[in-house]
């Protein structure tokens, strides 16, 4: 480690006692004091207490400006009022109920018309929403492969970061090279007996807000569609560009999209929605011609408050004229902090599409996993402690979102403290 980490670590760790002691106690519970890895950083995370709009407050009484947006989740912001009301509403009249309520059937219709699917089912989490999606592709096909890109991420079971995880459900995976079109369509031939669905983000968030070609996107769909496979598209990241996800933006039209994160406006959610199809291999109904039906269960996947929350969200705080707007105002922060970036010497570079973005210790912006595996580990941590200690929250590995309570004066602050943090480590010789 070098010496410039080492006492950004030290100093973190005078600054945060609070923070510290809660990581002591949680440990002695939880394996290495959480339950979510990617919250996990050396030395440890921070312990939050509360939030309130674009701002969190720590153990210790610190205040950030919260530029994770919780990996993208927290769109809104913090305790957006209006979600609030309605859920606390919904929930004093019914709390939990084992039948049909109103508030699923609208949130579908707000999904449907919102995002072009013919029908969508809902689940708890993102990914849940692909595990369905992928065994949907394999009943509907009868094959058992799928293709997966190197670097993507559809969940903890799920995961391609660098090769796939030992902890992935056991599906036969071969895996693409992200933005190589004409590997990915040899592989796809290679595969083209058994290939069940390919499932590729249209930018990879896990993966470093690395955008697709719109033509890799495009074309890896046609090549899956000549040999019969099911194009998957996860969207639980991305949905959030454009009045219909980033996808459409692409110009390009999946069988089965994913989607989760804000649009459950802070409670656990996940959907699959698409073809009719596929998604009425789900219909149970009497008069349904179909000889048999898949089952879907899940005790929480039409539960209330999800259901009352996402409508809020997409029905009154997060239209398509807004995620519109957003779009535009991400793109615009992000282009702010590469013409700050380009004021100094150091090699870092920043990527994404509208209000998602990573920045990258890396010379020259990364259009694949691997060239962003080159980064500086040591330099992209230097950042991560530089901006905590400005007071500016984002992800160690880069990631920035941002979100609907950031004011303009928040985004200014947070292009002062990057601005402030690399003149300091360019000084440093970092
Ligand atoms: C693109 C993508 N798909 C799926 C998931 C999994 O969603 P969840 O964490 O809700 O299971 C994530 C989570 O980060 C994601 O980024």
Redesign the pocket.
Known sequence: MTASLERAHREFADRNPQSRLSYVRARTVLPGGHTRTVLSHAPFPLTFVSGEGARLTDADGHTYIDLLGD?SAGLLGHSEGRVLDAVARALRVNMSVGGIHPAEADLAVLMCDRFHLDRVRFTN???EA?LMAITTARIATGRSTIIAIDGG???GVLSYAHGPSPTNAPYPVALATFNDIDATVELIERHANDLAAVIV?PML??GGCLPAFPAYIQQLFAAARRVGAVCIA?E??TSRHGPSGLLHLFDAEADITTY??YIGGGFSF?AFGGRAALLDLFDTSPSSDRPASIGHAGTFNNNIATMTAGCSVLGEVFTADVATAHTARGDEFRNTVAACLARHSLPISVTGYGSMLALHAVARPPTTMAEADRRDHHLQELIFFGLLGRGIYTAPRGMITVGLAHTDDDLAAAIDAIDDCLAELESRGA
């Open positions: 990996y989490s993102g990914t692909n991420y559809h969940g983000e968030g896990s996860d639980v990241m989760g994160k996940g």
